[in-house]
């Protein structure tokens, strides 16, 4: 299983005008792995990331997901993947229901499926009373939650979240980290940038970016040993002080 | 198809929910017609007239008496000073100033032709141009009256050779101007909804963010095209039908051709209305630009149709500008069916340009609409 990439993507730049976000990316990402995307603000992780799920066109390299390639057949990447980005992006004037609805009929789910899927989602979330209101009345913690089950709904390949966690508190954020547990070992790869570095500890593998370009990229015990710290946030401290050392 | 009609079902929620634009479809229809159509009309009663009487004869105030009988005319001020006159007509608080001069009454008596002078306010170049006719025509009758007082004018004759006109005016028999004005005001209405209601819904997406959770989906352009469309053109003829029946309740319009060839010409006008609306929405980023193109374009959609000024008066190059304007065809369609009683036959060619249009702009959307940017 582990062989078998289901992203890669070597010499990925995207430029915007004179501006490089991405400066030359390698990496791959290999099937049923938790892949962690780090990075400061403006590293290029979301560039990356938007590239990936197809809303983003790289300026060159070779960029496959699901088998497919993002320049040229976007369309057929997003039949294969769930997307959360940072902004908070189900319909907030209707009900969870309708929203489940709404995202299982466009990804082609009959509707009896999309009904027993609703159940199965709310119990499992244990939401079963908040399934007729509106998402503007919930608590960012149960939005967020909420969102990312409707991003594996038609159960993809591979889904993407954008920073996640951001603005939730730390209980919610672990409860948030079992979903994509329970989603992984369901055999869907997460893609997720997150700019809280205990969050990847929880990762299989890691990348940090700085400044467009990937600096550093293993296990998180591995980056750990290399660095000579305690924890991931030591090893990101390490490199930003020093980014020519690494590279 | 599927995918469309949750797409549908969707938007009819959120527009349901939405308090305000719930209850603005139903109400809109309602004020627009209520107030537009008795308001806005070309009709002119009153013209105010201010008189400069120098003559002071009965020649003179027979032409006076005769200008007051007129319903057009009202004799509100008589003076003999000019400057006040004019000083009331700067003031706006005359629309006409007619002055006769002395000797008017003695030159009548003489046989001689006698002169008078008017001045017209002509802020709005339309009521003076009326006023001038009406006033033509009020002297053209005083000087038969002239002319039937003093049969020896003419020679021997008793009769004067003369055309006579009868008239029957077609189609609007009275010349009501609601029946005129209400099938334009109708247009007007489908279009306010097409391009606000269906334009700021897109962008708004755009603002929420939720756009890009559709985009990364595998849906398709035209799915989603058609998606923010239909729930559009469902409301725009739902609220045409509203109008139509307030236009008959209330105005007593009259409606000679099919409803159904109505209604069917409509759906194609918003389809096409639509089309400019989203391709707009494609390009802004909030709904403050989009509210600001959008008006621009409807302003000259509108003005440009026809509704208020004759289209074939128009220059020519305004003239091939209104081919690509589908106001201008609904409109033309409209009083065509409503008021003429006009068939497919009769209009195919308007229908079938207006299809082209809703065909373009459609694909301009579709087109301009990009899941991967």
């Known amino acids: 299983m582990k062989d078998i990439p289901v992203i890669y993507v070597r010499n990925l730049v995207k430029k915007f005008g004179s501006f490089t976000a991405n400066d030359g990316l390698d990496f791959e990402v290999y099937e049923g792995e938790i892949f962690g995307f780090l990075g400061a603000n403006g590293a290029g992780k979301t560039t990356a990331l938007r590239i990936l799920s197809g809303l983003s066109k790289p300026t060159s390299g070779i960029v496959r997901v699901a088998g497919f390639d993002a320049g040229n057949e976007a369309e057929q990447i997003k039949r294969n993947i769930g997307y959360m980005s940072q902004r908070f992006s189900l319909y907030e004037d209707l009900t969870v229901k309708e929203n489940i609805m709404l995202f299982g009929g466009i990804y082609g789910l009959r509707k009896r499926e999309i009904t027993g899927k609703t159940a199965d989602l709310l119990s499992r979330l244990s939401f079963e009373e908040y399934g007729d209101r509106l998402i503007a009345s919930l608590p960012p913690g149960l939005k967020q939650k909420l969102a990312f089950s409707v991003a594996v709904l038609h159960d993809p390949k591979i889904v993407f979240l954008d920073e996640p966690t951001g603005g939730v508190d730390p209980l919610t954020r672990r409860q948030f980290w079992e979903l994509i547990y329970e989603s992984a070992s369901r055999g869907i790869t997460v893609f997720v940038t997150t700019h809280y570095m205990d969050e990847a500890e929880y990762c299989d593998r890691i990348s940090i970016m700085s400044e467009g370009r990937i600096v550093a990229l293993d296990t998180p015990e591995n980056l750990k040993k290399q660095y000579n710290a305690v924890s991931i946030d030591e090893v990101f401290v390490k490199i930003a002080r020093s980014p020519e050392k690494i590279v | ?373």
């Open chain 2, 1 to 373: 198809m599927r995918t469309i009609l949750f797409l549908i079902r969707k938007e009819f929620l959120q527009i349901f929910r939405d308090r305000m634009i719930g209850k603005a479809i139903f109400a809109v229809p309602l004020v627009q017609m209520l107030i537009l159509v008795p308001a806005v009309t070309f009709e002119i009663r009153e013209v105010k007239l201010c008189i400069i009487d120098m003559d002071m004869t009965s020649e003179s105030r027979k032409l006076i008496g005769q200008l007051e009988g007129s319903t057009f005319f009202r004799v509100s001020h008589s003076t003999f000073s000019e400057n006040e006159a004019r000083n009331l007509l700067d003031k706006n608080r005359y629309d006409l100033i007619l002055r006769i001069p002395g000797g008017f009454g003695r030159d009548i008596g003489n046989r001689n032709p006698a002169a008078i002078h008017a001045s017209i306010n002509a802020i709005n170049a339309t009521t003076a141009q009326l006023s001038w006719a009406y006033l033509n025509g009020v002297i053209h009758d005083y000087n038969l009256n002239i002319i039937a007082d003093n049969p020896g004018s003419i020679a021997t004759a008793g009769i004067i050779p003369r055309t006579e006109i009868t008239n029957r005016f077609w189609y609007n028999e009275n010349l009501v101007y609601s029946h005129y004005m209400l099938p334009g005001i109708l247009a007007i209405l489908v279009t306010a909804i097409g391009f606000l209601l269906a334009g700021l819904n897109l962008v708004k997406e755009k603002e929420a963010g939720t756009i890009e959770q559709i985009n990364v989906t595998p849906i398709r352009k035209h799915q989603f095209i058609t998606g923010k469309m239909v729930p559009f053109i469902i409301i725009g003829l739902f609220d045409l039908a509203l109008g139509l029946a307030l236009g008959k309740l209330v105005f007593r319009i009259p409606f000679e051709g099919s409803i159904g060839l109505f209604f069917l010409c409509a759906a194609i006008f918003m389809i096409s209305v639509l089309g400019i609306a989203l391709f707009i929405s494609n390009f802004s980023s909030s709904q403050q630009q989009f509210m600001f193109v959008a008006y621009f374009f409807m302003m000259i959609l509108i003005l440009m149709s026809g509704i208020f000024t004759p289209f074939e008066s128009m220059p020519s190059w305004a003239i091939k500008f209104n081919m690509a304007n589908p106001m201008a065809y609904l409109i033309r369609i409209n009083r065509m069916i409503m008021l003429k009683g006009s068939g497919f036959r009769d209009i195919y060619r308007d229908i079938a340009s207006l299809a082209v249009l809703a065909v373009i702009f459609t694909a301009f959307a579709v087109r301009r609409y990009r899941k991967t940017a």
